[in-house]
Nanobody, 118 residues
Framework: QVQLVESGGGLVQPGGSLRLSCAVS????????MYWVRQAPGKGLEWVSS???????????WYADTVKGRFTISRDNAKNTLYLQMNNLKVDDTALYYC????????RGQGTQVTVSS
């Protein structure tokens, strides 16, 4: 059974940082590109970041323009865990964050809430 379990969300002031984690089971994590997507209140799912498998040496990463330079995606294939380091958070980053096995978020976890507010 495929399971993705996110953690690490919370309430943070603008300019603050959070690190999200996603523990994966039920499929061979190391063979899949992985993604973070988010859903702000009243909006649809938005792709945030992607990371490749690292199978050919080094990890390729990609980011939405809205988070580029502030967020860093990483993974630990030995621990079946995906991460998202979020720095310099903004109010507009408030959303439910999901890790996903596909860019559209069809296969995703239950999400972890990130609220950025003063």
């Amino acid at each position: 059974q495929v399971q993705l379990v996110e953690s690490g969300g919370g309430l943070v002031q603008p300019g603050g940082s959070l690190r999200l984690s996603c523990a994966v089971s039920g499929f061979t994590f190391s063979r899949y590109f992985m993604y973070w997507v988010r859903q702000a209140p009243g909006k649809g799912l938005e792709w945030v970041s992607s990371i490749n498998t690292g199978a050919y040496g080094g990890y390729g990463t990609w980011y939405a323009d809205t988070v580029k330079g502030r967020f860093t995606i990483s993974r630990d294939n030995a621990k079946n865990t995906l991460y998202l380091q979020m720095n310099n958070l903004k109010v507009d980053d408030t959303a439910l964050y999901y890790c996903a096995r596909d860019r559209s978020g069809t296969v995703r976890g239950q999400g972890t809430q990130v609220t950025v507010s003063s």
